[in-house]
């Protein structure tokens, strides 16, 4: 530790070292000449190197005073030393508040934009819920008109189908000979058939053929009907053993 003082109008350095476990005030004066004292003692060596230096008694009014004035010196630095580390460790301290408050400021920040993007899903996520709402209440309302629809189709099918239905049965029956001769041509052939089962029994078949005159309608062309008389056979068997 080094300090500077002056006494006398003159300029003087002095230093507290460790020698042989001891500590040594060391005073230099504007010269160049060195007074060394060991804690504790009266007598100090003086001059410019430690070889040459004679021995002076310190507690002389001169050299005690100039003692005095560097270990005042000294002292001094000594709380100005602690001072500035005081100071070093204010200003330290001062920089870390700076910078968490910065932090803090960072994160208010950050925080500040959270909480507007909160707020921003919240409003959407309830122009979502009120979306499916109206579109709950829009098919609630759909529903039954589609239904509603749904039956008055069916009844119009329906009306469609009894309106063909009806022209259907509108439409006019065409009677052609051939069906009559057809059943005729049928109804002979039964007759030979049961004929010959009976002829092949024994049985003689005798045919009583009673005509009969039947009115049948035909359905023309041109829209016109008239009446035909059409001979009917109706067959009428006696059987006799032979």
């Known amino acids: 530790m080094k300090a500077e003082f002056y006494y006398d109008c003159h300029k003087y350095i002095c230093s507290l070292v460790q020698v042989d476990f001891v500590k040594e005030l060391k005073i ?4 160049g000449f060195v ?8 007598i100090g060596l003086l001059g410019k ?3 040459n230096a004679k021995q002076i008694d310190v507690s002389k009014p001169h050299f005690y005073n100039v003692i005095k004035a560097a270990m005042s010196a000294l002292e001094l630095e000594t709380r100005n030393e602690v001072i500035l580390e005081r100071n070093r460790t204010i200003a330290e301290g001062e920089d870390m508040i700076q910078q968490h408050n910065r932090e803090i400021r960072l994160l208010n920040e950050q925080l500040r934009i959270q909480a507007t993007k909160i707020e921003q899903l919240l409003r959407e996520n309830q122009q979502l819920s009120a979306q499916l709402v109206e579109k709950e209440i829009r098919e ?3 529903n039954p008109a589609s239904q509603e629809n749904l039956a008055l189709v069916g009844i119009e099918e329906g ?4 309106e063909i239905s009806k022209k259907i049965d509108d439409l006019p029956i065409i009677d052609s000979g051939l069906e009559v001769h057809l059943i005729e041509n049928q109804q002979d052939l039964e007759e030979v058939e049961n004929a010959e089962a009976i002829s092949e ?3 003689e078949v005798v045919d009583l053929e009673i005509i009969e005159e039947v009115d049948a309608t035909l359905e023309v062309a041109g829209g016109e009907s008239e009446i035909k008389h059409l001979p009917k056979r109706g067959s009428q068997r006696k059987a006799r053993k032979k």
């Open 28 to 31: 230099k004066n504007y010269q």
């Open 35 to 42: 007074l060394a004292v060991k804690q504790g003692e009266k």
């Open 49 to 51: 190197s430690r070889h």
């Open 140 to 142: 609630t309302q759909i």
């Open 159 to 162: 009306s469609g189908e009894a």
């Open 201 to 203: 029994d024994g049985v």
